[in-house]
């Protein structure tokens, strides 16, 4: 099945740093979603993508889907203490009966204030 | 406008048991799905439904049942319990199987 590679596992920064992460795919996704988990809740979507090449901004997120469509990236800006949660990249391809998601293992953030 | 809502919130089975998690959504949508969710894991697809009276088999379907005889409701049934299944489990919604999901809080599940 398909597999999603998401990096890193785990991210320590100090308030107010711009943070990086990237899902890769070992086959194409029409359709990228970010989601954020905080302790003890559900995932909350953060950005939905869905044309390559397309960059989407939320606040102070910003979210890529690659060129290839094998990829995406999340980028946040000037860090505040209510970042920390996990991110999780997923990723779908719409049509036919095949609505399955695939999401990635999720990068940890913690942020220091 | 309660979204997606899964009971209970926490339970705790011993080896053997059978149980029901429930999952309501009031938001007319079509597509429903079950995950759980272990440490290192990510989210995992059990189960999903494109629609009431449909269901289909997701990554990890095994010793887990469900049925969908409304839109509101797709209930996961665990038929013998084993500490395996110890997770937490999340329902999810959305309009069409394509568009974004929208989970509820979770069911944290430990297996004795």
């Known amino acids: 099945g398909q597999q999603l590679n998401q990096s890193p596992q785990s991210m320590f920064i100090q308030e107010g740093e711009d943070v990086s992460m990237n899902c890769t795919s070992s086959s194409i996704f029409n359709t990228w979603l970010w989601y954020k988990q905080d302790p003890g809740e559900g995932p909350v979507l953060l950005i939905a993508l869905y044309k390559a090449g397309e960059l989407t901004s939320n606040g102070r997120l910003t979210a890529q889907f690659g060129i290839t469509r094998k990829d995406s990236f999340l980028n946040i800006s000037a860090s505040i203490p209510s970042d920390v949660g996990i991110y999780f990249c997923?990723?779908?391809?719409?049509?036919?009966?095949?609505?399955?998601?695939?999401f990635g293992k999720g990068t940890l953030l913690t942020v220091n204030p | 406008n309660a979204g997606v809502t899964q009971t209970p919130k926490f339970q705790v089975l011993k080896t053997g048991q059978s149980m029901t998690l429930q999952c309501a959504q009031d938001?007319?949508?079509?597509?429903m799905s079950w995950y759980r969710q272990d440490p290192g894991m990510g989210l995992r697809l059990i189960h999903y439904?494109?629609?009431?009276?449909?269901?289909d088999q997701g990554e990890v379907p095994n010793g887990y049942n469900v049925s969908r005889s409304t839109t509101e409701d797709f209930p996961l049934r665990l038929l013998s319990a084993a500490p395996s299944q110890t997770s937490v489990y999340f329902c999810?919604?959305?309009?069409?199987?394509?568009?974004?999901?929208?989970f509820g809080d979770g069911t944290r599940l430990s297996i004795l």
């Open positions: 997923a990723g779908s391809n719409s049509g036919g009966s095949n609505y399955k998601l695939t």
């Open positions: 999810a919604s959305s309009y069409r199987g394509y568009q974004p999901q929208h």
């Open positions: 439904s494109v629609g009431a009276g449909i269901t």
């Open positions: 938001m007319n949508h079509e597509y």
